[in-house]
C-alpha cells in the first residue's frame, strides 16, 4: 500500500473517533478559582515573553555554532504540501486567528496546562469543519511518525478520561487542541506550525530540508485508563521504562553519580513552559563514564522521545545527538525500582529531555494530593544554544538572505 493511501486510512479511522467523542457539553460560567489560576498563567506567560528569546543554556552561557544550515538530503516536500492544503481550508477569518509571521512571538506563547486556564491562539479541533479537521490530522501524520502520531492522539484520549472523571467542559475534551501557522510554507524560506493544548505541545520549525520539532511536551493524567470510553488507553510507557532500565544497569557507583536527590518527593520539570531562557547546569552522570551498552541504551532512551518526528529527519536528529554522546549528562531522582516514582533529565549542548512523575490534578479521588504519582506524567524535549523554535537556524537564514 502506498504511504499517501496509508495517511488517508489512519486520517479516516482519527475522524471517526473524535467525531464520536465530540459530545457537546457546555458549562455556565467559570468558577472563580479557575480564572484566579487564569490570571496567574496569563501574568507568566507575559513575564516570559517579555524577555528576549535567548535559548537553555548552562552557566557558561551560549555555545555557537553547534546547528549550520545544511541540507540533510530528507525531502519535507510532503509537510508543506499538508501545510498548504490545511490552509487552503481556512476561511478569511479563521486565517487572521491562525496565520503569523514566522518571528512572531506566538511560538513562544503556549503552555502545557488545560484550556480553562490558559488560552490558546490559533483554531481548535473542536472549532474546525471536517474538511479542515481532515488536513489537519494529514499534516499531523506526515509530521510525525506513525509512534508520534499514535502518542498524540491517546494524548488527547486522556482528557475525554478527566472530562469523565471530573466533568468541567471548559478544561477537558479530546479536541481542545488548537493548530497556528507560522511562516509561508515554501521549499526554501522558513516557515512552522505549532500544536497547543493540554499536556501536548508541539514545535516544528522547517527551514529547506532541516526540521526542528522543540520545545514539545508530552503528558497526560491518568497514564492508564481503568474505565470509560477509552479504557486501556495508555501513554508513555516506552519513555518511562527506558529511561528506568539505563538507570538500573549502572552499577553502585554509577548510580550514586547519577542521582541528585535519592527520594522523589515533589514535582521536578524545571524546563516547560515560559522557560525558553532557562539557565541549567549539567549534572548526573557524563555519557563518557557509561560503558559502550550503557551508552546504547542512553541513546535509545533519547530515541523513544526523538522518534516521535518522522523517521528520516529523526535520524537525521539522532545523529547529530550521537555526535555528542560522551557530553550528554544523565540525572536521577528518586528510588529505581520497579515500581519506583521517579525523575530523570539527558542533558547534553544539542538536547535536553526531562521526565516527571508529577502529584496528582485531575485524578485525586485516586491518588493522594501532593505525592507523584506514575498516573501523572510531564515530559518536555528542548533543544538548547538557542535553536528551540529554529531560532538559529532563522536567524542565520535572515542574516544571510537579508
Known amino acids: 500500500m502506498r504511504p499517501l493511501q496509508i495517511i488517508r486510512k489512519v486520517v479516516a479511522a482519527i475522524i471517526a473517533i473524535s467525531s464520536a467523542a465530540n459530545i457537546a457539553y457546555s458549562q455556565s460560567q467559570y468558577p472563580s478559582n479557575l480564572l484566579e489560576q487564569k490570571g496567574n498563567f496569563s501574568a507568566g506567560a507575559a513575564r516570559a515573553l517579555g524577555q528576549p528569546f535567548q535559548g537553555v543554556t548552562t552557566s557558561d552561557g551560549i555555545i555557537q555554532g553547534l546547528f549550520p544550515v545544511k541540507s540533510t538530503g530528507q525531502q519535507t516536500t510532503l509537510i508543506r504540501e499538508a501545510a498548504e492544503r ?59 511518525s506513525a509512534e508520534g502520531l499514535e502518542q498524540t492522539q491517546n494524548i488527547m484520549k486522556t482528557e475525554q478520561t478527566l472530562f469523565e472523571i471530573n466533568g468541567e467542559p471548559i478544561r477537558y475534551g479530546t479536541e481542545k487542541y488548537y493548530i497556528t501557522m507560522m511562516g509561508i510554507p515554501s521549499p526554501d524560506n522558513p516557515w512552522g506550525f505549532q500544536l497547543d493544548g493540554h499536556h501536548l505541545v508541539i514545535n516544528y520549525f522547517v527551514l529547506g530540508d532541516q526540521v526542528v520539532m522543540t520545545p514539545a511536551f508530552w503528558g497526560g493524567e491518568p497514564v492508564y485508563a481503568d474505565a470509560g470510553m477509552y479504557l486501556g488507553n495508555h501513554i508513555l510507557q516506552e519513555e518511562q521504562n527506558t529511561g528506568l532500565r539505563l538507570m538500573q544497569s549502572l552499577d553502585s557507583g554509577q548510580r550514586q553519580r547519577a542521582t541528585i536527590e535519592a527520594s522523589k518527593v515533589r514535582n521536578d520539570q524545571v524546563a516547560a513552559a515560559n522557560q525558553d531562557n532557562l539557565v541549567l547546569d549539567y549534572e548526573g552522570i557524563k555519557g563518557s563514564d557509561l560503558n559502550s551498552q550503557q551508552r546504547l541504551q542512553l541513546l535509545n532512551v533519547i530515541r523513544s522521545f526523538v522518534g516521535a518526528l518522522r523517521e528520516p529527519h529523526a535520524e537525521v536528529t539522532m545523529e547529530e545527538i550521537g555526535q555528542q554522546i560522551d557530553d550528554t549528562y544523565f540525572a536521577w531522582v528518586g528510588e529505581s525500582k520497579d515500581d519506583s516514582v521517579f525523575y530523570y533529565r539527558i542533558h547534553s549542548p544539542v538536547i535536553l529531555i526531562e521526565f516527571d512523575h508529577q502529584g496528582p490534578v485531575g485524578t485525586l479521588h485516586k491518588n493522594p494530593a501532593g505525592v507523584p504519582t506514575r498516573d501523572h506524567i510531564h515530559t518536555v524535549v528542548r533543544t538548547p544554544n538557542g535553536n528551540d523554535y529554529g531560532k538559529d537556524l532563522l536567524a542565520q537564514h535572515l542574516a544571510r538572505d537579508h
Open 86 to 144: 490545511f490552509l487552503a481550508t481556512m476561511s478569511t477569518a479563521d486565517l487572521s486567528r491562525v496565520h503569523f509571521a514566522i518571528s512572531d512571538p506566538e511560538w513562544r506563547d503556549w503552555s502545557n496546562v488545560d484550556v480553562g486556564i490558559f488560552p490558546r491562539r490559533g483554531i481548535s479541533l473542536e472549532e474546525m469543519n471536517e474538511e479542515q479537521k481532515e488536513s489537519a490530522w494529514k499534516l499531523l501524520a506526515v509530521a510525525l
